[in-house]
């Protein structure tokens, strides 16, 4: 069962992908969704999707680790419940910097859907569903990951929008915050998949090429309105 | 331009309903979306769902009213633009409640998650696209009003979750928590519409019918697995 979440530096590949290469053939499922762990750890309310290509293995599962407490929905999009834990933290720091910036809740609220948004299109890309990333791994961990007060990722945006400098920040941290790599990796595999990800984007010039804050804000901003 | 949001006590129609009776044939658009007025009024940014029938009246509506910090989405979906702004004020009553629990950050996630998937199975029944409820109309302004600080049905569910009787909570407030209203007509057009919403349901009984909160929540807990 898969827990880790992420894309691999260099080969751009899901943690699915990785353990087929490296144990070609072994029956695999996706564990992922809105839980920090120190919540579960109290017995408080949790529900989180399980994904197997073989439903039996995946209702084995979830009866094994299923509880009246930790909630498993099942699912078959092995892909699709990868891809919103390996992008949310990237546009986790772009909400951060919205609220460092006190840009305000519409802003972050806006940003939340049509961040969602880029993440469905990278997902669908892959071969995943678009409703594996509306439920709990997708939309339900997004959320959780952009207004939860525990993230790593949302504060480290917050003090950059504050106007500290990324090296200066992150000098500063012993914890890992994974978005700063992840904005790489998903920046790099949305361009090889022909998808559009103006936050993801706007995120890895910030973190990664210190692009300036306001500027990059103005730019997206100025992006010409559309369809949703 | 409906700004209005609701489901017509009685008749259950939707506000476009309602004008297309009171004024036939006039052209009419629905704006919707993420949008706490006094940050408008700031001039702080925002995003919002402009659905008409009409693209061209879409277009020169969104000319009109759009700007650098105010920026319209397009939508022909008039009906699924609506339905989010109606329904969202229930889930954040329930999301009050867990919050009022000190439930955890993660059973609030899951349940902005499930809650938008009623909403959209609502949504579909009456003709609307699935996008669009994940679009700013539905899961944006969704997650502005069941975490932002100002929401009026966000704080009574939260007094509710603290254990006050919901009597005396109405008793003492002058503005509306639309939610209580909305969770009625919710529940009685699912109902005729034939789709489940458990969520909501839950919302109904305990705002309208006294239901004893933790009864109703461990009823909510112990609905039986499913496929997300």
């Known amino acids: 069962v898969i827990c880790a979440k992420g894309i691999e530096d260099g080969t751009l590949s899901l943690m699915s992908e990785v353990l087929e290469a490296e144990l070609p053939g072994q029956p695999r499922a996706v564990l992922s969704g809105p839980t920090f762990a120190v919540e579960v750890a109290r017995g408080q309310p949790a529900a989180v999707t399980l994904a197997a ?4 293995l995946g209702e084995r599962l979830a009866g094994a680790i299923g ?3 930790f909630r498993p929905y099942l699912s078959d999009d092995v892909v699709g419940a990868q891809i ?3 992008v949310k933290n ?3 720091i772009a909400c951060g910097i919205v609220d460092g910036r006190a840009l305000g809740e519409n802003a972050r609220a806006a940003l939340i859907t049509r961040g969602l948004a880029e993440i469905s299109r990278l997902a669908m890309a892959k071969g995943a569903r678009a409703e594996t990333l509306t439920g709990l791994s997708g939309l339900g961990d997004l959320t959780l990951t952009c207004v939860g007060s525990g993230s790593r990722n949302h504060s480290l945006g917050v003090e950059l929008g504050r106007g500290r400098a990324i090296r200066e920040v ?3 941290r012993r914890s890992v915050a994974e978005g700063v ?4 990796a998903t920046v790099t595999l949305a361009e090889r998949l022909n998808v559009e990800m103006p936050i993801a984007q706007a995120v890895d010039a910030v973190v990664n090429r210190e692009a300036e804050i306001a500027t990059t804000i ?3 901003l100025a992006r ?5």
Chains 1, 2 share one sequence.
């Open 53 to 56: 290509h073989d439903s039996r």
């Open 90 to 92: 990237v546009i986790a």
């Open 224 to 228: 010409p309105l559309k369809s949703e």
């Open 181 to 184: 790599f992840s904005a790489r």
């Open 84 to 86: 919103g834990g390996a």
């Open 67 to 69: 509880s009246r407490s």
């Open 170 to 172: 992150l000098a500063g």
């Open 218 to 220: 103005d730019d997206l």
